[in-house]
């Protein structure tokens, strides 16, 4: 254990706890002590003080014992060349250094303005750095570190000795996945300024998250790991060993410390308050590996290797990534992808903005579309990629083109009823590609490629290759074939896009036409038992998962790719009630998947052994129950409702895997179903919902076309085609009296329905 860590972290503690009762002093004498302090939209307060000591923090009096506890844990500063024999004090150090850093931040919360923009990706101009992320962002993005398509994080502190280092490092931690969150400076330069420099794009969206230039940000880090344990593997707040424990398991993450500070002790090499962050993330089990040669931490133990790794002299920055990944045990799976930009979904949520496309298909500038059919074995060819037409080196700059992309794949399992799910794909995996932008579907899709891809090699045969490799590499288990066709010429694409709509239009009366009583077999998803060990979602034709991204065809199509993997057949079997959708094969299985914690299960009612939650629900549905009906909110709106909770709260208590009478969790899609909690009588109960949804909604019955059709039909059935002008919104109700007054001035149809319970 080097002694020059240990006292450097230990000093630096010191120094960012005094900081932190400085500016705890000030902002009470500024503010007043009964202040109310709280980051934005969240329901886990100071989310690393809440998580590893249970307080909750709500005003700035409440900082008080926070900050006493902080001091409790610092360790006095050891002589400069005293031996510490164990990690404890620098453990201690560290956890102190965090909850002081904690302080400071949220302090900053109360400056007009805030200096962080409070959203998700970064301004295109201007100040970029965004702080705390909100719930929103730490579910969305906390369930890929669950389902490990985001194995980790990389916290960066400090900065590459020049911008195109930084870049090159930022695009290999991207590649792998990895997110890359980055705090602190060197020498005034930070690591996210060099990457913006150079026009990279940054936001969770990139996976390239800029917390803040001040030292103390590192803190949002390891306030996100101890949200996504809380949140994702059901620890409660306070139990820090568990926390901390979840993290070194389950979240692949380190620091890359960069950069050598001029004004450090001698021999140091960086800032005192450096090393303290180090020392914190070493409690999480996350090493940090330097490009500098500071002194190492060789010996395991908290970490699963070692935990602070700089050879003695410096990695070098060529070879950094790939020792934090060594040194971290990380085991990184990339399909490899034949094309000649990177490829992974870091990219997926990169704009490319006009000024730096090459060329663009659809999108209302010209025909285009994409399209899946299955075929024969005999009849196509695996791997045939062909583009008829122009080839983008035909293309001059900045035009739109005319594109059908048109596969073609076979193979035993498939069957027509996978056909969409694989389209819907293309969204994604094009998008993967860096320079190439995705949207839409079918034949409303636009794509756009990059200057930067063009002049890199990347052509249209390689959106074809990207199919291929990826449509074998996903879903190997139903096709063996896969055969790519783009085509450019207007007249093939509006040729074929015929032939593609009619098979569009019998798809979606086929799904259109499939009720809960046209089939035999529901589908489970157990997916979410990794964090809540009792939950199945029962998938029906009118009933999606409550996350909203399995429908019943996915379910179908995800048992037959993985047989034995969480979506299984659940034979519907007896009748027990049918108005509140019972049935004796169903019970069964949950029962039996629910451990025996759950008995009996009804699909059309939330008042009655209702559907449990997870925790991945789109929206709540709540009884209000001085308005004979319920409200939904959905996970977008941050504001308090009439329910008196606002979403985050409620989630809470609705999810982790139990039944709650009176709530449920359910997806958008639910809403427009005929099975909407019918039992209780269904759409007619709902009386509120936030504007954002309503929009949401009547824009979906607006359309017209397509999928929507139906939910125009259930509104009819129900006799209120109108009926979005029923529900009241935070405009004219914010309380429970108020919803009621809007009911009378409406007539509301569940003034006049049977009492809900
Ligand atoms: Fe599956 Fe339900 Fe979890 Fe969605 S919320 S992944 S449907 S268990
Ligand atoms: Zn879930």
Avoid at 168 to 196: C, D, H, P, W
Avoid at 275 to 288: E, L, R, V
Avoid at 350 to 362: F, L, P, S, T, V
Wanted: hydrophobic residues 40%.
């Amino acid at each position: 254990m080097s002694k020059i860590i240990a006292s450097a972290a230990i000093r630096g503690a010191h120094k960012i706890v005094t900081r932190a009762e400085n500016s705890l002093n000030d902002a009470i004498k500024q503010y007043g002590a009964d202040k109310v302090v709280d980051f934005p939209n969240t329901g886990y307060f100071l989310p690393v003080i809440y998580g590893m000591t249970g307080m909750e923090v709500r005003t700035l009096s409440d900082l008080r014992p926070v900050l006493e506890k902080t001091k409790g844990l610092l360790p006095p500063v050891p002589a400069e060349h005293v031996w510490a024999p164990y990690l404890g004090h620098t453990l201690d150090a560290g956890m102190a250094t965090l909850f002081a850093d904690e302080i400071i931040e949220i302090i900053k919360y109360l400056q007009d303005p805030v200096p962080y923009a409070v959203m998700e990706n970064c301004p295109e101009e201007g100040d970029f750095w965004l702080g705390a992320a909100d719930d929103v962002i730490m579910r969305k993005r906390g369930i890929e570190f669950v389902d490990g398509s985001a194995p980790g994080f990389a916290a960066i502190v400090g900065a590459a000795p020049d911008s195109k280092t930084a870049v090159k490092i930022a695009r290999e931690l991207q590649e792998k996945n990895l997110y890359v969150f980055m705090s602190s400076e060197t020498e005034g330069v930070s690591f996210a300024e060099q990457l913006r420099s150079e026009g990279v794009q940054l936001g969770w969206e990139t996976r390239l998250v800029p917390f803040g230039k001040d030292i103390s940000a590192t803190v949002f880090a390891l306030g996100f790991a101890t949200r996504a344990a809380l949140y994702f593997c059901g620890v409660q707040a306070g139990d820090f060993r568990r926390a901390l424990l979840y993290n070194k398991n389950r979240i692949f993450a380190f620091v890359l410390a960069l950069g050598e500070d001029k004004d450090a002790a001698p021999d140091a090499l960086l800032d005192d308050e450096k090393y303290a962050q180090a020392a914190c993330a070493i409690n999480f089990g996350f090493p940090t590996i330097a490009d500098i040669g500071i002194p190492e931490i060789l010996p395991t133990g908290v970490c699963t290797y070692e935990h602070v790794v700089s050879g003695g002299t410096g990695i070098a920055h060529d070879k950094i990534v790939g020792k934090a990944i060594e040194v971290r045990g990380l085991k990184v799976q990339i399909s490899k992808v034949p094309i000649p930009v990177s490829f992974g979904p870091a990219f997926e949520g990169e704009r490319i903005r006009k000024d730096d496309m090459y060329c663009e298909m659809g999108g209302n500038r010209s025909a285009a579309f994409e399209f899946v059919t299955s075929r024969e074995l005999a009849d196509i060819e695996d791997g045939k990629v062909e583009v008829i037409g122009p080839e983008i080196d035909e293309v001059t700059e900045g035009k739109a083109l005319p594109m059908a992309v048109w596969i073609e794949v076979a193979g035993r399992k498939m069957q027509a009823d996978f056909e969409p799910i694989l389209e819907r794909q293309i969204h994604r995996m094009f998008n993967a590609a860096q320079g190439v932008f995705h949207m839409g579907q079918r034949d409303i899709n636009w794509v756009r490629i990059s200057k930067d891809a063009k002049k890199a090699g990347f052509n249209f045969k390689h959106l074809g290759q990207i199919i291929h490799a990826k449509f074998h590499g996903e879903y190997g288990k139903i096709l063996d074939k896969v055969q790519v066709t783009i085509y450019t010429k207007k007249e093939d694409v509006e040729r074929l896009r015929e032939d593609a709509r009619k098979v569009y239009h019998f798809r979606d009366e086929r799904l259109g036409s499939m009720t809960d009583e046209s089939v035999e077999t529901f589908y489970s998803c157990t997916l979410c038992q990794s964090f809540a060990p009792n939950h199945v979602c029962v998938i029906t034709p009118e009933r999606s998962g409550l996350c909203g991204a399995y429908s019943w065809l996915d379910g179908k199509a995800a048992h037959q790719i993985e047989p034995t993997g969480p979506n299984q057949p659940l034979i519907k079997g007896e009748p027990i009630d049918a108005v509140k959708g019972q049935w004796k094969g169903i019970n069964e299985f949950i029962a039996q998947a629910s451990r025996g914690n759950i008995t009996a299960f009804n699909a059309y009612s939330m008042m009655e052994d209702p559907m449990t939650s997870c925790g991945c629900f789109e929206c709540i549905s709540a009884i209000l129950p001085m308005t004979n009906g319920v409200m939904i909110v959905n996970r977008e709106f941050p504001e308090m409702t009439p329910a008196g909770m606002k979403f985050s709260t409620m989630a809470g208590s609705v999810g982790g895997g139990l039944q709650t009478p009176g709530f449920i969790g359910h997806s958008k899609h639910y809403i427009g179903s005929r099975k909407y909690i019918s039992a209780e009588g269904g759409l007619l109960r709902i009386t509120w919902m936030p504007k954002i949804l309503k929009d949401e909604l009547r824009a979906l019955i607006e359309k017209l076309g397509q999928t929507d059709e139906k939910l125009k039909q259930v509104l009819k059935e129900y006799n209120v085609e109108n009926f979005l002008d029923l529900v009241a919104d935070e405009s004219n109700a914010t309380i429970e009296d108020e919803v009621m007054e809007f009911m009378q001035q409406v007539n509301h149809p569940a003034l006049e329905m049977e009492p809900m319970f």
